[in-house]
């Protein structure tokens, strides 16, 4: 069975300090692990994938991601946050046998304090 | 980049119509397509598989006379929520799946429907 954990329902920082959502999971078989962001109303635009490759990945907007099998983590950062950034994210897991069936974190609403 | 569009994007209508979202891959064929629920203020749920040319698989717990879903082309899939009622009231994402070869597991997103039943 899949799982994925966002760890914190709310982050709050300053804009220009550095951004941390943490995610886990639970995959029986090698993950393919996603992290999304969504804005009020809008769909979900994908910030980074990663797929077994480098375990650590580089996305969108400044965002990474690194993979570490030994703690089941797959953290999301940013150096420096921007008010943009204000939004809801979600860590997704999935594996390529079968369906291709995304299992959705709770979600980490990130709030930039200017 | 794959597009995927939803329509429409908001609607209003009356307890005990019947209203129908559409999904539409606008570069890319997909067999298989997607719909998730979401509360406000929480994750999404997915609700249903939606494959081309057969039947949809729902999830546990999610009335398939409630929520048709219609996958008739390789682009499109429609989920029409039957006698709707003030609890339906959600919004409603689709995603889709390359299934060309450019397949890369990812899924791609509309934008959404919001859906608020009177």
């Known amino acids: 069975a899949q799982s994925v954990t966002q760890l914190d329902s709310h982050v709050s920082v300053s804009e220009g300090t550095p951004v941390l959502l943490r995610c886990n999971y639970s995959s029986s078989y090698s993950p393919s692990l996603f992290w999304y962001v969504q804005h009020p109303n809008k769909g979900l635009q994908l910030l980074l994938k990663y797929t077994s490759a480098a375990t650590l990945v580089k996305g969108i907007n400044g965002f990474e991601a690194e993979f570490k099998k030994s703690e089941t983590s797959f953290h999301l950062t940013k150096p420096s946050a921007h008010m943009s950034d204000a939004a809801e994210y979600f860590c997704?897991?999935?594996?390529?046998?079968?369906?291709?069936?995304?299992?959705f974190g709770t979600g980490t609403r990130l709030k930039v304090l200017a | 980049g794959a597009v995927v569009s939803q329509h429409p994007s908001w609607v209003i209508c009356k307890s005990g119509t019947s209203v129908k979202i559409e999904c539409r891959s606008l570069d890319f064929q997909a067999t298989t397509m997607f719909w998730y629920r979401q509360f406000p203020k929480q994750s999404l749920m997915l609700m249903a598989t939606?494959?081309?040319?057969?039947?949809?698989?729902?999830e546990q717990g999610v009335e398939k006379d409630k929520f048709l879903i219609n996958h008739a082309s390789l682009t499109l899939s429609t989920l029409t929520v039957t006698s709707a009622h003030p609890e339906d009231s959600s919004f409603y994402i689709c995603?889709?799946?390359?299934?060309?070869?450019?397949?890369?597991?990812?899924?791609?997103f509309g934008e959404g429907s919001r859906l608020t039943v009177l």
């Open positions: 997704v897991v999935s594996h390529s046998s079968g369906t291709y069936k995304y299992i």
């Open positions: 939606s494959n081309e040319g057969s039947k949809a698989t729902y």
């Open positions: 995603s889709a799946r390359d299934s060309s070869g450019r397949d890369t597991g990812e899924l791609f």
